[in-house]
């Protein structure tokens, strides 16, 4: 039950500020900080600034509508999970399954984010500025809307492993490496993958094919909303070359009870 | 707020199925610093543990001792501390013993701890013609099976101390005190049993002579590793994966003297299409050192703060499938399950990133800031 001190102790850590509400997390547990930014969705706050986050897990999680977070510090993991519209703006790097099962809206990292970035997303955009770890966008699929993740820097291993749907670019702005990201597109049976410059190491279930017009378009596009965000020059992004990876078959294992 | 209870958790779960937390940090100056910054940083991971163990490696501790091996000893009966005792007494000068202080804390059944500082019998050593730290293993392991876990030397380094047991990180640091205590390292341990029970022994790190191991995951590998270290004298006592790993740093780098870059070409090595790519000389290493030591080859998912008098290693499993975070700030060097970890002690780094598989990140007192050794996979 809401009891006097409660409510004290969650006001003393409100801040009311231009279009937002500011919320102090210091020290907060996951499920603390999570009850209170439903709370204060529910009282009608559209705008949602979360300070000195330090690893606390799901914020945004499964929330609908139009929402902006901004959140600063260094969130833990699953962020943004099953989140279903809003808009999040990292000021900082994200831990491990950021944008878990999300299913529309937009994350953007103005960092680096840890491993299986985009697990089994649905829907809605990720964009990462620097560099993600392993298996990125595993398990993407795409029902009615296509889920697009865009990584600036370099991917770790297995990245878009057992892709269903969605679409990866990986643009690998960091000029003095390259991309050393391997197995490529294992087990993928849906979905396609744009990777800047050349690639070494393809997964098993994984082709290369050359870009069209209707690629680039996408490409374009992308890199644009990249830029925009993070405040990139697209025409220099776009002049070099990229490599579409898409699967060999969409039902790879089709005949193996027929 | 409305407690989360009533909301969304009717089944009262205030945990998520997780992982262990592993975090370390060494000051390269080798200065000595309190609890206080390693116990917030481990505690900021809960979620990862469940309570069931927990657990802390000091490095640095017992200056006004550091040429005595320290034992801290766990007993669960007057009988078991009687016979050790007897056998401490027989093969090494007991220089000092006592009982380690404890006070009130959230922990369930604590077992007597004591602490020894001893050293070796030099005739006996003499006798034997093998090293102290060999002499010194040697009866550790001796005791350890032979007791069968009614006492257990969980802790055998010099001027190092682990204390561990089963309860949150926040409930073990308070039970032992260890806001009495300093030391230029710390390597703490949360953790989440899986496939073996949590017991006061089970908890990490492991430690023989000065390596302590904290482990995060599973070693698949596990029955392999252990044939091939009992062929060398090692014996596992302690029901879980993780004390092959402390007997295989010991029995690589102490014992064969393989250079600690090599170690993780051992423990996880390049696949063999990536060693059939290599120049002639790099391959014939590879080669030879997979051959030879094919059962210290370490399979399933895991990542690993190990330490040593000075070193601090990380190493996660060639496919990556556990966390581990490497950051740099001040004169410090951090390993951590989870940046955030970090941050809440040293909110301003020089340097943060995530390790790939099978990178090995040591951080060494007085040595060139860190050194940071991307081999096992060399691309």
């Known amino acids: ?258 | 707020m409305r407690p989360l209870s009533q909301v969304n958790n009717p089944y009262k779960d205030d945990k998520n199925i997780d992982a262990c937390a592993l975090f370390g940090m060494i000051n390269i100056e080798g200065t000595r610093f309190p609890f206080k910054d390693p116990l917030k940083a481990i505690s900021n991971m809960r979620e990862r543990g469940n309570g069931l163990g927990a657990g802390f490696a000091v490095y640095g501790i017992y200056p006004d001792h550091k040429e005595l091996y320290a034992f801290h000893v766990m007993y669960l009966n007057r009988q078991a501390k009687r016979r050790v005792e007897k056998s401490l007494e027989e093969e090494f000068r007991v220089v000092l013993s006592e009982e380690l202080p404890t006070k009130e804390a959230k922990v369930s059944n604590p077992p007597l701890t004591w602490r020894y500082f001893v050293e070796p019998n030099t005739s006996k050593v003499n006798e034997e013609k093998i090293t102290e730290d060999d002499y010194v293993m040697k009866n550790v392991m001796r005791i350890n099976v032979s007791e069968r876990g009614k006492a257990l030397i969980f802790s055998s380094g010099k001027n190092m101390g682990v204390f561990k047991g089963v309860g949150y990180p926040e409930d073990i640091a308070e039970y032992f005190c260890l806001e009495e205590y300093e030391g230029y390292m710390w390597i703490c341990h949360s953790r989440y049993p899986t496939n073996t029970p949590g017991w006061w022994g089970g908890a990490h790190p492991f430690s023989l002579l000065d390596w302590t191991v904290a482990h995060n995951g599973e070693l698949s590998s596990y029955g392999a590793n252990r044939r091939f270290l009992e062929a060398y004298g090692y014996k596992c006592t302690m029901q879980t994966d993780t004390e092959v790993l402390t007997y295989a740093f010991d029995l690589l780098v102490r014992k064969h003297k393989i250079p600690l870059e090599l170690v993780p070409k051992i423990l996880t090595p390049p696949f063999w299409d990536e060693i059939d790519q290599m120049q002639q000389k790099q391959k014939q290493l590879l080669t030879a050192l997979r051959q030879t030591y094919s059962g210290l080859l370490m399979n399933g998912p895991f990542s690993l703060i190990v330490a040593r008098q000075g070193q601090m290693i990380g190493l996660p499993d060639r496919m990556k499938l556990r966390p581990l975070t490497a950051g740099m700030g001040g004169s410090f060097l951090y390993l951590s399950s989870e940046e955030a970890a970090i941050r809440v002690v040293q909110p301003t780094l020089d340097k943060v990133w995530n390790l790939t598989g099978g990178e090995i990140v040591v951080g060494m007192v007085k040595a060139p800031a860190f050194v940071r050794l991307q081999l096992a996979t060399m691309r």
């Open chain 1, 1 to 258: 039950m809401e009891t006097p001190t409660e409510t004290l102790k969650e006001l003393s850590r409100l801040k009311i500020e231009e279009g937002a509400i500011g919320v102090n997390a210091l020290e907060m547990r996951s499920y603390e900080l999570n009850a209170l930014i439903r709370d204060l969705v529910k009282k009608g706050f559209k705008g949602l600034n979360l300070y000195n986050v330090y690893g606390q897990r799901y914020i945004g999680a499964g929330l609908s509508g139009d929402i902006t977070f901004k959140v600063y510090g260094t969130p833990g993991n699953d962020l943004g999970i099953f989140m279903n519209g809003p808009n999040m703006y990292v000021y900082g790097n994200v831990g491990d399954g950021c944008g878990n099962t999300m299913n529309d809206g937009l994350i953007a990292v103005y960092g680096h984010a840890g491993d299986i970035v985009g697990y089994s997303m649905r829907g809605g955009k990720i964009f990462i500025r620097d560099d993600v770890g392993y298996r990125a966008g595993i398990h993407m699929k795409g029902y009615r809307t296509a889920p697009t993740l865009v990584i600036g820097g370099c991917a770790g291993d297995f990245i878009g492993e057992y892709m269903a749907g969605g679409i990866i670019l990986l643009l690998g702005l960091d000029e003095s490496r390259r991309h050393e990201t391997r197995f490529i597109g294992t087990g993928m049976h849906g979905g396609v993958i744009y990777v800047r410059g050349k690639i070494t190491h393809l997964g098993k279930g994984a082709k290369m094919m050359d870009i069209d017009e209707n690629d680039l378009r996408v490409i374009c596009e992308l890199v644009k909303q990249f830029c925009d965000l993070f405040n990139f020059n697209s025409s220099k992004i776009i002049k070099q070359e990229f490599t579409k990876i898409v699967p060999v078959s969409h039902r790879p294992y089709g005949r193996l009870y027929t």
